[in-house]
């Protein structure tokens, strides 16, 4: 069976802003299925319960399996863990972009939002998921880099640290980022 796709994007994002769309369009190129949910956003929308009852759909709809890959940023990586953990789903490879944990202290309404996807076991992803890279910056306007660190130390010795590289996003310039075509 051939490898699908899922890109998942952060908080108060869409599946239409940062390098989702250059990474949807570079995986349709390559005549693969690629899934791109806009999660409900916002104080009082966004939320675990939320997120997971949409991403729930693909699991009935048996889009999620050992065959899938997901790309996900900022707040969406500690989603997938505590998601997959949950449900306990195996998937094939987990590709994070500046992916944290337990960290509060960005503003009021991202502390709001991204509260309720945090969890205590995040180590547990490795048991349902062999293949783990993730990408952070040292310099994240959002996220400081030790909590970055501390996630990708966590669960897994795949780490490539982009220097310089801000929240890895439209704002810091990546709208393209070819770096992640790799691990297609």
Aim: charged share 20%; net charge negative; with cysteine.
């Amino acid at each position: 069976m051939k490898n699908n796709y899922i890109l998942i994007h952060g908080s108060f994002g869409s599946p239409f802003g940062n390098w989702f769309p250059y990474l949807r369009k570079e995986i349709e190129n390559r005549n693969l299925e690629v899934y791109t949910p806009d999660f409900p956003t916002g104080v009082g929308f966004q939320n675990y319960e939320n997120w997971s009852k949409l991403l729930k759909c693909y699991l009935e709809a048996g889009i999620i399996n050992e065959n899938t890959i997901i790309f996900a940023h900022s707040i969406a990586p500690v989603f997938i863990c505590k998601f997959l953990i949950e449900n306990k789903i195996k998937v094939k490879r987990l590709v994070f972009v500046c992916g944290f944990n337990n960290y509060l202290g960005i503003d009021e309404e991202y502390d709001t939002v991204n509260k309720s996807m945090f969890l205590d076991n995040l180590a547990d992803i490795k048991n349902y998921c062999g293949d783990i890279i993730c990408l952070y910056s040292n310099n994240d306007p959002y996220v400081k880099y030790e909590k970055e660190k501390e996630f990708a130390d966590t669960i897994t010795d795949n780490q490539i640290l982009i220097s310089g590289g801000g929240h890895l996003n439209a704002e810091s310039g990546y709208t393209n980022f070819s770096d992640l075509l790799k691990y297609l």
